[in-house]
């Protein structure tokens, strides 16, 4: 009897460590590109990297820009590439839209991670959508930033947080290096 009573409170703490697992993944904010199919005021239609067509919550908290500057949801047409970030429970909820443009510079290739090592001019980062980690060359004009400070690479510590510019000719040359730790606002990137 006494065994049955530690198989079920050993099978009820799992579960409950499982899904505060889930719960602090689902809270992680995720970014994606993709193109505008359309947007109104509680919903966003837009089409992925693969072509697919996927829809997401629209919040009145949500931030709106285009081209780096805010705007309205009306300022963003269908066909205008977005890179969308989302969070809550299955990251179905719109808590940021860049709309991408004019801007080359804000528009060039940007991938959102965590650092695994670095070592020399080689960044390795996990991606925050993805399983495999990726290793990037940082060009040597590189520009590094911790919380919006200059830094340099070696303060790029383990499970820092980052988002890595890449030149469109070299797509894993790094130009840029975006590490977040202690600034809430610059970590809602």
Do not use: W
């Not at 990726?134 to 520009?143: C, G």
């Not at 980052?162 to 809430?184: C, D, F, M, Q």
């Amino acid at each position: 009897m006494s065994f049955r009573m530690i198989s079920v409170a050993s099978l009820a703490l799992a579960l409950l460590l499982g899904a505060a697992t889930l719960a602090a993944q689902a809270a992680e904010p995720v970014t994606h590109d993709g193109k505008l199919v359309s947007i109104t005021g509680e919903k966003l239609v837009m089409t992925a990297k693969d072509g697919k067509e996927h829809s997401h919550a629209l919040t009145k908290e949500a931030k709106l820009t285009l081209d780096g500057k805010s705007c309205l949801a009306a300022d963003l047409k269908a066909g205008t590439r977005i890179r969308v970030t989302t969070q809550g429970e299955g990251n179905t909820v719109v808590s940021r839209i860049e709309g991408l443009d004019k801007n080359a510079d804000f528009a060039s290739t940007r991938q959102d991670g965590k650092v695994v090592s670095v070592t020399g001019n080689k960044l390795v980062v996990m991606p925050t959508q993805g399983s495999e980690a990726q290793t990037y060359t940082l060009t040597t004009t590189a520009n590094v930033t911790c919380d919006g400070k200059v830094c340099k690479a070696a303060d790029l510590k383990p499970g820092l947080k980052v988002r890595v510019t890449l030149e469109s000719t070299a797509p894993y040359a790094a130009t840029r290096v975006e590490a977040i730790e202690k600034n809430l606002d610059f970590a809602a990137l």
